[in-house]
């Protein structure tokens, strides 16, 4: 997984040092455990929430009944990602064919007939931006992840950039240059975006003035859906400034904060 096994030689230090320290998107098919990794050279980032109604209308009456059916949650991501040397790009194209691999179901073979036996459900993650509530850790093991399926993926070369040549016999990391004269191209920067449709791993929604959580309890003060505190506990004493909160604690911790910055 990702470009561990690349001569420190061949790799870019900036891509070792994102790599070092999670600057990485990693996207494993959860039913293979096959995982690929890209440095987070991020062009795109959309996390959108579709809430869903029927509506209905009703002889005599302006407005419309509406009937909720549910919420759908869709993440897009686009990047960009260079190279520094053959051995990366080739590195990179090949994180990108295991990201289209992902796309394809698991089979097992039945009296000689491949027969399906798993979904290509996937698990996304980069950062807290991309990552399962059920879990406060914030570290770079993918199984962390949003679960779901991707929707598609888009890829172009970037033309412009050029392309990496090998000739005979170079790359020592691999054998896949050896006897090559002039017929292997490997992008110096890939372009590609896919979207994630989301299956939460827990429980969404409120019970009374708390948020349901992964326990499904209510129990939950400081549940992640977008990388940030989404819902804290809102109750009168609560010392935290966060969207919801009753306005005159927001109100008072404001002034507190801002005492003397605007005159007395």
Known sequence: MGFL???PENMDP???AMESHGYLIEVMHISSGKTCSFPSWLTEYSDNYTSEWKSE???GRNDPIGSFS????KLSVALEVPSFSVEESRENLHQLEHLFASLY???RPNNGVQVMEAYPLVKVRFANLIKSARFKKNDNNVRLGLAGWIDNVSYSPDLEAGFHHPSAGQGADSEVYMGNESHTFYPKTLKFSFSLSVVHEHQLGWNRKKWLGPDGRGNYTDIT???GQHAVD???G??????????????DEIKKRTKGVFGP
């Open 5 to 7: 096994h690349i001569k």
């Open 14 to 16: 900036t891509i070792a």
């Open 57 to 59: 209308r009703i002889f």
């Open 70 to 73: 549910g919420v759908s949650r």
């Open 105 to 107: 179901p698991s089979y």
């Open 225 to 227: 859906l977008s990388g």
């Open 234 to 236: 809102e109750s009168p």
């Open 238 to 251: 609560s010392k935290g400034v966060s969207r919801g909160m009753d306005r005159k604690v927001i109100k």
